[in-house]
């Protein structure tokens, strides 16, 4: 198993998780994936240096991918915070260690960047206690909850 920073080259096979990802969130009920769209923000966020992205390999194939944000929050703008975008692992991957794996790149890029605190998501399905269970074992407290209405 490998974790790197995804790379322009990576765009293709990177597509794909995220497209993954998007159908098994509930927000692809309501939002189509942009594959166009995606591609632009995918290259575009890889030289942005407040965004970082991950991905995971086992033999190659690309298994999961990870993103986050640096951003100085409104109340207080001189507090830089993390925030995870995504972080998926294909569901036939899971148990190879490699989720937690690309959640200890997210935790440290937030230490390595100075961030006060992490924001993680977790997505209202059917791994919502599953994902609760991981945040508070690893130290994270409940804070809001999202909600979505289309217009």
């Known amino acids: 198993m490998q974790i790197r920073r995804a790379v322009a080259d990576d765009l293709e096979k990177y597509r794909d998780q995220a497209r993954m990802f ?4 509930p927000i692809g009920k309501s939002i189509s994936f942009d594959e166009s769209g995606y591609s632009t923000f995918y290259l575009n966020a890889l030289k942005n240096p407040s965004i970082s992205m991950w991905l995971v390999e086992i ?20 507090t830089l915070v993390a925030q995870e975008l995504w972080w ?13 794996a690309m959640f200890t790149c997210i935790e440290k890029w937030a230490v390595e960047n100075n ?12 791994r919502v206690d599953a994902m609760v269970k991981v945040y508070k074992r690893s130290g994270y407290s409940p804070m809001e909850r999202t909600f979505m209405k289309e217009v």
């Not at 298994?63 to 951003?71: D, F, H, K, P, T």
């Not at 294909?90 to 260690?97: L, N, Q």
């Not at 961030?115 to 059917?126: G, Q, R, S, T, V």
């Open 88 to 100: 998926w692992l294909d569901p036939i991957s899971r148990g190879t260690g490699a989720g937690p």
């Open 115 to 126: 961030a006060k605190a992490i924001f993680m998501i977790a997505l209202e399905n059917d």
């Open 59 to 78: 033999n190659n194939e690309i298994i999961g991918i990870a993103g986050a944000l640096l951003y100085h929050i409104y109340f207080s703008p001189s």
């Open 22 to 25: 998007h159908s098994m969130s």
